[in-house]
């Protein structure tokens, strides 16, 4: 038990700091007496019977003399008490004074109640938020190599178009293809296919630094990144990026036509959109830029122009 509160009047002495982490049997029958009936009402101290010994004597070093408590229910089990006690002179407490505090003890218990009540709430409010996360999640990952899917990729660019056509910005957008993953995988089997994917997939992850970069798998052994803000120069660079990134992992590949390690084709696209510019049309511009880095022998960067 603790003495979480305290009030006394002018020249009374406070014993709150005495009343805390009591065990209840050091109040025996006052614990007793409020468990059965919720009340504990002496007018008298010095008449309490020998059972009350150790509630006498603590009412009596604290020079109670008459004391009135009510028990504080929430869910019909007692969680706590409020109480008056008169050090001055004895009282007769009335039905008055019991109305009374049982009324500021309602009001407590119910303060508790909606108290316990918010915490409640936000604590189901929270757990449907993170809920809310973890399936949103799931509906835009890649159940694979846990990167963006093609589903959040691309409502990720169009978003991104619209953001940069506001602020009259460029975007990027890279497409990249493993080479000659078909022949990887008819030969060392798909379970290590699978490892390469997740492998080139947190690569191009961990290249993306920056808020509002996003690598996605575009489908089977195609990856795509979203470069908002990002010229052809720099989108350039970030390439290159790609290329060193991926020969770091030195994953042997001896049936490949462009490398006894693993390697990756890319094309990309930069650009300052407008508002007639649409997704479709920034994806096949891209991926033609990537049939020409396939065509001119794989393991290439090639950027999409225009035809003037």
Not at 46 to 63: G, H, R, W
Not at 105 to 130: P, S
Not at 148 to 167: G, M, P, S, Y
Request: hydrophobic share 40%.
């Amino acid at each position: 038990m603790n003495n979480t509160h305290e009030w006394v009047n002018n020249g009374i002495q406070a014993f709150k700091e005495d009343l805390q982490d009591l065990p209840k049997n050091t109040l025996p029958y006052f614990f007793s007496s409020m468990v059965r009936t919720h009340l504990f009402r002496v007018n008298n101290v010095a008449t309490l019977p020998i059972q009350a010994i150790s509630e006498k004597t603590i009412f009596q070093q604290q020079k109670i003399k008459s004391v009135l408590c009510i028990g504080l229910r929430y869910d019909k089990k007692l969680v706590g008490f409020i109480g008056c006690d008169c050090v001055v002179q004895k009282r007769s407490w009335t039905d008055l004074d019991l109305i009374r505090l049982r009324l500021v003890g309602e009001m407590l218990a119910n303060a508790f109640k909606n108290l316990n009540y918010k915490k409640e709430l936000q604590k189901a409010q929270q757990q449907l938020i993170n809920a809310n996360h973890k399936l949103n999640k799931q509906v835009n990952t890649d159940g694979l190599t846990n990167i963006a899917n093609r589903r959040c990729f691309d409502q990720t660019l169009k978003c991104e178009i619209k953001r940069c056509v506001r602020n009259k910005e460029p975007i990027s957008l890279i497409m990249c293809d493993i080479d000659f993953f078909k022949r990887y995988n008819d030969n060392y089997g798909h379970q290590l296919g699978d490892e390469v994917l997740k492998r080139v997939a947190k690569a191009l992850h961990d290249l993306c630094k920056r808020e509002g970069d996003l690598a996605a798998r575009f489908g089977g052994e195609e990856f795509a990144i979203i470069l908002p803000v990002i010229d052809t120069d720099h989108c350039q660079r970030f390439a290159a990026l790609i290329q060193e990134k991926i020969a770091e992992l030195a994953i042997e590949h001896n049936f490949s036509s462009a490398s006894k390690y693993l390697t990756l084709s890319i094309g990309f696209y930069s650009f300052i959109p407008s508002q007639k510019t649409t997704p479709k049309e920034v994806i096949t511009n891209a991926d033609i830029a990537l049939y020409n880095a396939k065509e001119t022998g794989r393991n290439k960067i090639a950027r999409f122009e225009k035809a003037n």
